[in-house]
């Protein structure tokens, strides 16, 4: 069961370049969520989807881009990198509904992303 | 709205000491409230939660935590630290109503021989 998985794991970009983080799931969870982790600022919600179709801004949006086609994927775009997007990137996921199921997010590895 | 305060961004005790890490929330619903760890060059991983009912939540490798009410806060504690503890631990919210889950800044736990 392979759970969330980030790709590219490791990037470097140039100032103004574009690109586009991938997380698949394979949960069949219907919420899926960016974060950022900034030295001294923890995990900063970006954007998050509760369902295909559907996305929201988080605490720190400006700069990307969301799209939820399909239940299983959830792309990051950033459209013109800038070095203080510099950080560490993580995808997370839940199931949605009542009973046991109360928010725990299940993580991927991460990605790091460094803007020269 | 939810949010988590941390208190002290690193905390370090004795092999053997008790550990407290502690968290404050705010929320305008009744909350969900998580403890997650962090090893270097990993993603985080769940220690506990609470969501409803008995207020002190036992979770993995000997850590506990409290929720109250009164207090707003959800502190972590073990009651005998070891070596493999060292890590980073993030306290989170979730308001019962709410989609989003919400992390405070973290505390790095470093573990003295």
């Known amino acids: 069961n392979a759970g969330v998985t980030q790709t590219p794991k490791f990037q470097v970009l140039k100032t103004g370049q574009s690109m586009t983080l991938q997380c698949a799931q394979d949960m069949n969870h219907e919420y899926m969520s960016w974060y950022r982790q900034d030295p001294g600022m923890g995990l900063r919600l970006i954007h998050y989807s509760v369902g295909a179709g559907i996305t929201d801004q988080g605490e720190v949006p400006n700069g990307y881009n969301v799209s939820r086609s399909t239940t299983e994927d959830f792309p990051l775009r950033l459209l013109s990198a800038a070095p203080s997007q510099t950080s560490v990137y993580f995808c997370?996921?839940?199931?949605?509904?009542?009973?046991?199921?109360?928010?725990?997010?299940?993580f991927g590895e991460g990605s790091r992303l460094t803007v020269l | 709205a939810q949010s988590v305060t941390q208190l002290g961004s690193h905390v370090s005790v004795s092999e053997g000491a008790l550990v407290l890490l502690r968290c404050n929330y705010s929320s305008s619903v009744p909350p969900y409230l998580f403890w997650y760890v962090q090893y270097p060059n990993q993603g985080l991983q769940l220690l506990l939660k609470?969501?409803?009912?008995?207020?002190l939540v036992k979770g993995i490798n000997g850590f506990e935590a409290e929720f109250k009410k009164s207090e707003t806060s959800f502190h972590l504690t073990k009651p005998s630290a070891h070596m493999s503890d060292a890590a980073e631990y993030f306290c989170a919210v979730r308001g019962s109503s709410a989609s989003k889950i919400i992390f405070g800044s973290g505390t790095r736990l470093s573990i003295r021989p």
């Open positions: 997370a996921s839940r199931g949605q509904g009542g009973g046991s199921n109360t928010g725990e997010l299940f």
């Open positions: 609470y969501t409803t009912g008995a207020t």
